[in-house]
């Protein structure tokens, strides 16, 4: 039985360990990126919005026409948002994210981790994610 205590509790602790979040004062050129490609995609503007992207995305989706469809028909929260909100900035297993939300049209919250990486001095995002809304108690 200790054995088994002991075995769940290094489990635990290791899965802490992995999962640990370093937040980090806020970044104005983060923040202005991704501002950017919302403000963008508002305009219909895919090529634009296309250039914000990362290598590893614009390698992925080759044109902004791609890239533009594949964001209406997957992200529709960042394709047409009605306001954006920065969260916090963290380092999750050596990445850096940039926490967004986004309210969509009908009044809906949607919580986005942003990828960040910094190529030749610039910003770019190399990945989003959507995140499970946090619950809110009572």
């Known amino acids: 039985m200790r ?3 002991a075995g769940l509790a290094l489990a635990v602790s290791m899965t802490t360990t992995l999962w640990a979040q370093e937040v ?3 970044e104005p050129a983060i923040e202005t990126t991704i501002q950017s490609q919302i403000d963008a995609f508002l305009q219909d503007d895919v090529g634009t919005a296309f250039t914000f992207a990362a290598p590893n995305i614009r390698d992925i989706f080759r044109t902004p026409e791609n890239f533009g469809a594949m964001v ?3 992200y529709p929260m960042v394709w047409r948002p009605e ?3 920065f969260g916090d900035l ?3 297993a050596g990445g850096l994210y940039q ?3 986004l309210e969509d049209a009908a009044g809906n919250l949607h919580y986005l981790d942003y ?3 910094q190529i030749d001095g610039e910003w770019r995002i190399a990945g989003v994610q959507i995140l499970q809304a946090p619950e809110v108690s009572a």
Do not use: C, N
């Open 3 to 5: 054995k088994l205590i």
């Open 24 to 26: 980090l004062a806020p």
């Open 72 to 74: 209406q028909q997957g």
């Open 83 to 85: 306001s954006v909100t």
């Open 90 to 92: 963290r380092v999750i």
């Open 99 to 101: 926490m967004v939300i």
């Open 115 to 117: 990828r960040m990486e």
